[in-house]
């Protein structure tokens, strides 16, 4: 087998037969199942049991979020590669193969991301991998543009963690998935850390994933979305960028946290993202920060000048779905 599908599940038993059965119908079989449960109570657990009784289950005692879900996944497996695949998904036949295919093409790449697109808006995008802005913002590259876009192979910030295949004995080197976040941009993050050590993260335009979103936290925007999104992005910047990085960077750091709680507020969600803000402050230094190494230099340079494009490309891609949406 050269690959582990890890699927992280909490009280999402209505996603499973679905993701499963998409699955089953791979033209690759070099793959096992692996699915995490953060102690659902939904009947998910008895379901497994009883309906895929020859797929691996870990269950778990409680909910300790995504992060350490797929850490256990990826410590308990032991072929080369890991794939991560969020339940709320359904995958094309050629999905594993050409992921495979992807991340072999070279030792230095450490994760590749999939197209994923909108289950209930087939013809546009959900995501083609993961980007990271000066001013401290992640999204989603191509998300809410038409699945005409993005049709070539690219190398990009990080892999978007719903479904993304990465090389398992790099986590060796730069770390696992973070624990601290619990539950987002913890994929940037790890991403971030693999862009620090010289390794590279892709896009693959063909292996295909349809992704409902949001199918664990409920919807789009809610109170705890919000808050730990905040506290994890302070996490992401204080763990990644050494301090000269952070006072470089303070003034559109702050200016993107600024507009964000513009935003929330606009939303009804300002007091949380406040609260996140001040938790991440306040509770940064219990998460370990990326040891600086000279040797690491032209990757910190390479990273900063990835950073202000992607802030243009952001703004680019904003106004492209302003102007015409869904094109």
């Not at 699955?23 to 895929?52: H, K, P, W």
């Not at 870990?58 to 890991?82: C, D, E, K, M």
């Not at 790099?170 to 601290?180: L, P, T, V």
């Not at 941009?185 to 620090?196: F, H, P």
Request: positive net charge.
């Amino acid at each position: 087998m050269k690959v582990t599908i890890i699927i992280p599940n909490y009280n999402g038993k209505h996603f499973m037969e679905p993701c499963l059965q998409s699955l089953a119908n791979q033209t690759c079989s070099e793959f096992q199942i692996l699915v995490v449960d953060n102690a659902s109570s939904d009947g998910s657990i008895e379901y497994m049991r009883e309906n895929y009784p020859d797929i691996e289950l870990i269950s778990l005692n409680q909910n300790y979020g995504f992060s350490a879900a797929v850490n256990v996944g990826i410590r308990h497996s032991t072929t080369p590669y890991v794939l991560l695949l969020n339940n709320d998904t359904t995958v094309a036949p050629e999905f594993v193969d050409e992921m495979i295919k992807a991340i072999e093409k070279s030792p230095k790449i450490f994760s590749v991301s999939s197209k994923m697109i909108q289950m209930y808006h087939p013809g546009l995008i959900d995501s083609a991998g993961d980007m990271y802005t000066l001013l401290g913002w992640g999204y989603c590259r191509g998300g809410g543009l038409s699945i005409s876009n993005h049709h070539t192979d690219d190398i990009i910030f990080s892999a978007c963690a719903g479904a993304a295949i990465y090389r398992r004995d790099i986590f060796s080197e730069i770390g696992f998935f973070d624990e601290n976040h619990f539950a987002y941009l913890e994929d940037i993050d790890v991403g971030y850390r693999a862009k620090i050590y010289g390794y590279q993260n892709t896009y693959c335009s063909s292996a295909i994933v349809y992704h409902v979103g949001s199918g664990t936290s409920g919807s789009k925007y809610n109170s705890f979305k919000v808050k730990l999104s905040a506290r994890n992005n302070i996490y992401l910047n204080y763990k990644n960028m050494p301090i000269i990085q952070l006072i470089i960077n303070f003034i559109p750091l702050l200016i993107g946290y600024f507009i964000k709680y513009i935003f929330f507020l606009k939303k009804g969600f300002g007091k949380d993202y406040l609260a996140g803000i001040m938790e991440g402050l306040q509770s940064r230094k219990k998460c370990k920060k990326v040891p600086f190494y000279f040797k690491h230099l032209s990757a910190y340079v390479k990273i900063e000048f990835e950073l202000i494009i992607n802030t243009f490309s952001y703004f680019s891609q904003y106004l492209s779905k302003k102007r015409n949406p869904g094109t």
